[in-house]
């Protein structure tokens, strides 16, 4: 599987999957493989359309059709299983897939060479970082904090989980920035609030990247 390193999507993410796999397939012995992803998104099992474009850095694949999935949560552990398998059976029926390889281990090392080019590999989130991405509040005379159960636990804003995926998220963002040709790279605030317009960040969060551009 041939995958670029130079490959900069800007896109926002159409779909953010989790417990995934990545195959190959093709129907016929002379055909070109095409790279499809099966995993979770919204509680939903989903198999994309052929993968055109893969952002390393970025953990993000670009469909023929301009869908584009975040990948930035774990791969799942071996074999798919359940509905997520029952619908990739179904799927390689109805596309008469003849050949599949899983390439899930192959993707993962190409986003994991990219990370360590990059310097990604941040293990606390600074200080600095805005974690109002995850705060609610109730209208009323007397605003009020929303909590949310997670397991046998109510929490208030985020979990360390969570603010590390934000943190991660944010970061590579402002890198994607530094990978743009110099010649056409736009200011800081164009690309934050024009080139990333459709992304769901908090005013806090564009601030924080803008900062660091």
Same mark, same amino acid.
């Given at each position: 599987?041939?995958?670029?390193?130079?490959?900069?999507?800007?896109?926002?993410?159409?779909?953010?999957?989790?417990?995934?796999?990545?195959?190959? #397939?093709?129907?016929?012995? +002379?055909?070109?493989?095409?790279?499809?992803?099966?995993?979770?998104?919204?509680?939903?099992?989903?198999? =994309?359309?052929?993968?055109?474009?893969? +952002? #390393?850095?970025?953990?993000?694949?670009?469909?023929?059709?301009?869908?584009?999935?975040?990948?930035?949560?774990?791969?799942?552990?071996?074999?798919?299983?359940?509905?997520?398998?029952?619908?990739?059976?179904?799927?390689?029926? /109805?596309?008469?897939?003849?050949?599949?390889?899983? /390439?899930?281990?192959?993707?993962? =090392?190409?986003?994991?060479? %990219?990370?360590?080019?990059?310097?990604? %590999?941040?293990?606390?989130?600074?200080?600095?970082?805005?974690?109002?991405?995850?705060?609610?509040?109730?209208?009323?005379?007397?605003?009020?904090?929303?909590?949310?159960?997670?397991?046998?636990?109510?929490? #208030?804003?985020?979990?360390?989980?969570?603010?590390?995926?934000?943190?991660?998220? =944010?970061?590579?963002?402002?890198?994607?920035?530094?990978?743009?040709?110099? %010649? +056409?790279?736009?200011?800081?605030?164009?690309?934050?609030?024009?080139?990333?317009?459709?992304? +769901?960040?908090?005013?806090?969060?564009?601030?924080?990247?803008?900062?660091?551009?």
């Amino acid at each position: 599987m041939d995958i670029s390193k130079t490959t900069v999507l800007l896109q926002a993410p159409t779909y953010e999957l989790h417990g995934w796999r990545a195959f190959q #397939v093709r129907a016929q012995p +002379d055909e070109t493989p095409t790279l499809h992803l099966a995993g979770w998104s919204g509680g939903q099992t989903r198999v =994309c359309s052929p993968i055109a474009g893969v +952002d #390393v850095l970025l953990r993000s694949c670009l469909t023929r059709r301009s869908k584009l999935y975040s990948l930035l949560a774990p791969p799942a552990e071996g074999a798919l299983d359940g509905s997520l398998l029952e619908l990739w059976q179904k799927w390689k029926s /109805v596309n008469h897939i003849t050949w599949e390889l899983d /390439v899930t281990d192959e993707l993962g =090392c190409a986003f994991q060479s %990219a990370q360590d080019e990059w310097g990604l %590999a941040v293990e606390a989130v600074p200080d600095d970082f805005p974690t109002g991405y995850f705060a609610g509040t109730v209208s009323g005379s007397q605003p009020k904090l929303l909590a949310r159960k997670i397991g046998d636990e109510f929490i #208030v804003g985020p979990t360390a989980e969570e603010l590390r995926w934000r943190h991660s998220l =944010c970061l590579r963002l402002t890198l994607q920035y530094q990978r743009l040709d110099k %010649a +056409d790279r736009p200011t800081a605030d164009d690309f934050v609030y024009d080139f990333l317009k459709y992304w +769901d960040l908090t005013p806090a969060e564009r601030r924080w990247i803008a900062a660091r551009l």
